[in-house]
């Protein structure tokens, strides 16, 4: 969409000061102003009384003309009132960006939908951007219903493609997030609880399914159609990695059957790639690869203690063990200390492509500290730990978000053409 064109400066250095798409010619005290008809009629009511068609009636070169003795004659006081006008334009500009300074420090999810809408219009990127991290921070770890109502669809995609998305727990959890959205979107009416949502969506697209012929998934139809722009940038290849996610997402129907075979086809020969091919992991640091790739995941640890987890999913035989104690986050490639309900890759070395973020917020959904280690590649021996972060206690503050993005294999190799 084009930018809607309503800020003060673009008014006042475009229309005033360029003259641009004039209609009307002021000339006083030696100047001559190419203003507009329909701000004047604003600025003064004097446009709009009996005189009105005799001023804009007197043309030069097909464009109405108004001169300094016509305005001693019927309007002495227009010029104050234009000047005025001037001041006036000049203020609104810094007011606004008053009032985008405001909107960044009370962002929350009542106000974030409002402030990224009225940001587009008055040109406040800065607010935008603003908005954005606060989405992209907290969409999925506080969610919420009011919010999800209110997010648009081409904010939504926004959020779903971005690598920065800090999601709890696994990829999957993105999956049912859009579900319960997409349902809101469908039936704005709705007002239960979050805890309700996602069994009431359920119940809802199974209801349509009923309504569709056995091989037409729900975005495929006239209702979900609206929504494939967004489901579209779901990274299902983290998804279908893990059997029951990829039971639920058949059962539900949503996604065309065609998106799913061609990421399982993706799947198949990335794991042969691994396990044939000697296939060790990434290389080199490939941020593009990274941002649009990588698997997304997080874990929230309400207090201070030690905690030891994995993440769900098959991980092409890389069985990692993360570990936070004494401060410290630790990656540990488990191949015979730990058991593992997955297969595990006996290669000698093996590396991974990450990014660590720790988050700590406020109860408006503010970041009060955070930490990343940047995209960095790690290469382990067999049962290899290494420490990734080694936290100041003066920046922890409990409950701290864990947010990671992993890359477990190297790019596939596109044939040349």
Not at 219 to 229: D, I, P
Not at 410 to 417: L, M, R, T
């Amino acid at each position: 969409r084009k930018k809607l064109k309503s800020t003060s400066k673009y008014i006042y250095q475009t229309l005033f000061l360029n003259g641009e798409n004039s209609d009307i010619k002021i000339c006083a005290l030696g100047e001559e102003w190419n203003l507009h008809k329909i701000y004047l009629c604003q600025v003064s009511g004097f446009f709009l009384t009996r005189n009105r068609n005799c001023i804009f009636n007197t043309r030069i070169s097909g464009k109405c003309c108004v001169t300094w003795d016509f305005f001693l004659f019927f309007f002495p006081s227009f010029l104050t009132s234009l000047f005025l006008c001037m001041q006036i334009v000049k203020q609104l500009d810094g007011l606004i960006q008053q009032c985008g300074e405001t909107m960044k420090e009370t962002i929350n999810a009542k106000t974030v939908c409002g402030y990224y809408n009225a940001a587009g219009t008055y040109g406040l990127d800065s607010v935008k951007k603003k908005c954005l991290e606060w989405l992209l921070n907290n969409l999925m770890t506080h969610q919420s219903v009011e919010l999800f109502k209110e997010l648009s669809i081409n904010l939504m995609k926004q959020l779903i493609s971005s690598s920065n998305l800090f999601v709890m727990q696994v990829e999957m959890d993105v999956y049912t997030a859009l579900k319960k959205w997409m349902f809101l979107q469908l039936v704005p009416s709705w007002n239960g609880s979050l805890k309700q949502l996602l069994t009431e969506a359920d119940a809802w697209f199974a209801k349509r399914r009923k309504d569709f012929e056995d091989d037409i998934a729900f975005l495929e139809s006239e209702q979900g159609n609206a929504f494939v722009s967004v489901f579209t940038h779901l990274r299902l290849q983290y998804i279908i990695s893990d059997l029951v996610s990829a039971k639920i997402v058949e059962k539900d129907s949503l996604i065309p059957s065609e998106w799913l075979s061609s990421v399982y086809k993706q799947q198949w020969f990335a794991m042969l790639r691994a396990e044939q091919d000697s296939d060790i992991g990434p290389q080199e640091i490939n941020k593009e690869e990274l941002e649009g790739n990588s698997m997304r995941c997080g874990r929230k640890l309400a207090k201070d203690g030690d905690y030891c987890w994995r993440w769900t999913g098959f991980n092409f035989g890389f069985d990692l063990l993360v570990t936070y104690t004494n401060r410290y986050i630790i990656f540990k490639r488990n191949t015979l200390n730990q058991p593992c309900s997955g297969s595990v890759s006996l290669q000698p070395r093996r590396s991974i492509a990450f990014r660590l973020r720790l988050v700590s917020f406020d109860s408006s959904g503010k970041i009060i500290c955070s930490r990343t280690t940047g995209y960095q590649i790690l290469t382990f021996e067999k049962d290899q730990e290494q420490v990734v972060m080694n936290l100041d206690s003066r920046l922890l503050i409990f409950p701290l978000y864990v947010c990671c993005n992993f890359l477990y294999t190297s790019p596939e190799k596109k044939a040349d053409s």
